[in-house]
């Protein structure tokens, strides 16, 4: 999964632009524009790495002239003290990237960990972890990157790729059969259909109107056993709604297919990693 440097750049440039302003008083006034140093990326924590590459460009987009060596690349697993990346040059130009790059890295290294616990805890059954819109404007491509680093997969990446019924859409429209219909006299035959139920009625009327895709909303586990045994294939299951890292394989084991957690990219705590300077002494 690549993403195009246009738009990564365009991202690391309004950080930089919101962080530096004109001028890093610190470091423009205390340190010598000739100074050159190294510096390390060092992992505080146990997870899965993501944004490495994200990271380095932050400080060659700052000074093309600072070098880097990669130790860890996106989806590897790190420990505590491993050494993630060492970069080179100007002593300025790393201090003043450094919050910027370290933001990110942390950030998208905090959604892969997350994802892959999730991921870890569903093995041995047919589900799959997914992402959701509930995503960070502006880093939507990147926190759906991350999730994919770390094993999971993506949802939607917005509105314009399949058509989403939730109980809003089908509360203002008059029903779940009615709406479908009118969706599909006018969707092209490429897009794909869910619909949010919240009951097992609901699910029955999806399946009869013959959706792609039926979300699960707050079931609990007796409910979501009964809709995979109903669906029995006929359509994609996905769970969603109060899954936790405590009961997601008891979600999981019910038989659906998707489990999507809008936690991965909305409230995921960030991945500790420090950037540090390094000294003679080192």
Same mark, same amino acid.
């Given at each position: 999964?690549?993403?195009?440097?246009?738009?990564?750049?365009?991202? #690391? $440039?309004?950080?930089?632009?919101? =962080?530096?302003?004109?001028?890093?008083?610190?470091? =423009? @006034?205390?340190?010598?524009?000739?100074?050159?140093?190294?510096?390390?990326?060092?992992?505080?924590?146990?997870?899965?790495?993501?944004?490495?590459?994200?990271?380095? %460009?932050?400080?060659?987009?700052?000074?093309?002239?600072?070098? @880097?060596?990669?130790?860890? $690349?996106?989806?590897?697993?790190?420990?505590?003290?491993?050494?993630?990346?060492?970069?080179?040059?100007?002593?300025?130009?790393?201090?003043?990237?450094? %919050?910027?790059?370290?933001?990110?890295?942390? +950030?998208?290294?905090? #959604?892969?960990?997350?994802?892959?616990?999730?991921? $870890?805890?569903?093995?041995?059954?047919?589900?799959?972890?997914?992402? /959701?819109?509930?995503?960070?404007?502006?880093? %939507?491509?990147?926190?759906?990157?991350?999730?994919?680093?770390?094993?999971? %997969?993506? +949802?939607? @990446?917005?509105?314009?790729?399949?058509?989403?019924?939730?109980?809003?859409?089908?509360?203002?429209?008059? !029903?779940?059969?009615?709406?479908?219909?009118?969706?599909?006299?006018?969707?092209?035959?490429?897009?794909?259909?869910?619909?949010?139920?919240?009951?097992?009625?609901?699910?029955?009327?999806?399946?009869?109107?013959?959706?792609?895709?039926?979300?699960?909303?707050?079931? =609990? @586990?007796?409910?979501?056993?009964?809709?995979?045994? #109903? /669906?029995?294939?006929?359509?994609?299951?996905?769970?969603?709604?109060?899954?936790?890292?405590?009961?997601?394989?008891?979600?999981?084991? /019910?038989?659906?297919?998707?489990?999507?957690? !809008?936690?991965?990219?909305?409230?995921?705590?960030?991945?500790?990693?420090?950037?540090?300077?390094?000294?003679?002494?080192?």
């Amino acid at each position: 999964m690549n993403l195009p440097q246009f738009y990564i750049d365009d991202i #690391i $440039k309004r950080a930089i632009t919101e =962080d530096i302003n004109y001028i890093d008083v610190t470091t =423009d @006034y205390l340190i010598d524009d000739d100074s050159v140093s190294t510096a390390k990326f060092i992992s505080k924590d146990e997870g899965v790495v993501a944004g490495v590459d994200i990271a380095m %460009r932050v400080f060659t987009l700052l000074d093309d002239s600072i070098t @880097y060596e990669v130790f860890k $690349k996106d989806g590897d697993p790190v420990q505590k003290g491993d050494v993630i990346a060492v970069m080179k040059g100007s002593t300025k130009s790393l201090l003043k990237g450094e %919050r910027t790059s370290l933001n990110l890295i942390q +950030h998208l290294s905090g #959604i892969a960990t997350a994802t892959n616990r999730c991921v $870890k805890l569903v093995e041995g059954t047919k589900a799959t972890i997914a992402c /959701t819109r509930k995503t960070l404007p502006g880093l %939507r491509a990147l926190q759906k990157y991350a999730v994919v680093v770390g094993g999971g %997969r993506n +949802h939607r @990446y917005n509105l314009s790729d399949a058509a989403m019924l939730k109980d809003n859409h089908i509360d203002a429209y008059g !029903g779940i059969t009615a709406a479908v219909n009118a969706l599909r006299s006018k969707t092209g035959h490429m897009v794909q259909i869910e619909v949010e139920t919240r009951n097992l009625e609901e699910l029955q009327e999806a399946l009869d109107a013959g959706v792609n895709v039926i979300m699960l909303d707050n079931m =609990d @586990y007796d409910t979501m056993k009964k809709a995979v045994e #109903i /669906t029995n294939g006929r359509a994609k299951l996905e769970a969603s709604g109060n899954v936790t890292l405590e009961n997601i394989a008891q979600v999981a084991a /019910t038989g659906v297919d998707i489990i999507s957690l !809008g936690a991965l990219t909305h409230s995921v705590k960030c991945f500790d990693i420090s950037m540090r300077i390094v000294t003679d002494a080192e």
